[in-house]
């Protein structure tokens, strides 16, 4: 919509080169019609955001210990300092109970953007190589099956790094 712009008080001097002619009203413009309902509807909702989440974080110059962390989280989320201690001890069993034998084997941390998988790694047999430094045949030992667990960055993670 167009702005119309306010006529000058009468009080401010004119300047006396110029003839002061009287201003004709701008015609007014007919007002745009109202947006139908269907396009309304179908832009997409912006999700609530969260104390938390609206404000920006900052970047931590140094690391943080366990008690600094805890104190940290409890002061934002208004929690006691034992509370968050609770939480972060229930995810600990959380994640120790998927990473089990019978677990699914696959966790993601909410609202966190990492996931953590159990990965099993087959067994090696014994073979024989050339070792790179002496150039003799050397005997490497077998080893036996295992699992191991790997941490996977999702996209939101991600986007933090590279942002």
Known sequence: M????????????????????????????AEPKAAPAAKAATKKAEPKATPAAAAKSKAVADKMTKVQILSQIAEET???????????????????????RRGSGEFTIPEV??????KKRPAQKARKMISPFTGQE???????ASNTVRLTAL????????A
């Open 2 to 29: 167009a702005v119309k712009k306010k006529a000058a008080p009468a009080s401010e001097p004119q300047s006396p080169t110029k003839k002061s002619t009287p201003k004709k009203a701008a015609p007014k413009k």
């Open 78 to 100: 208004g929690l006691a300092r034992k509370e968050v201690d609770a939480v972060f001890k229930s995810l600990s069993g959380l994640i120790e109970s998927h990473m089990k």
């Open 113 to 118: 953007g990492v996931k953590v998988v159990r």
């Open 138 to 144: 050397i005997e490497v030992k077998a080893k036996p």
């Open 155 to 162: 996209k939101r993670l991600k986007d933090t790094v590279n």
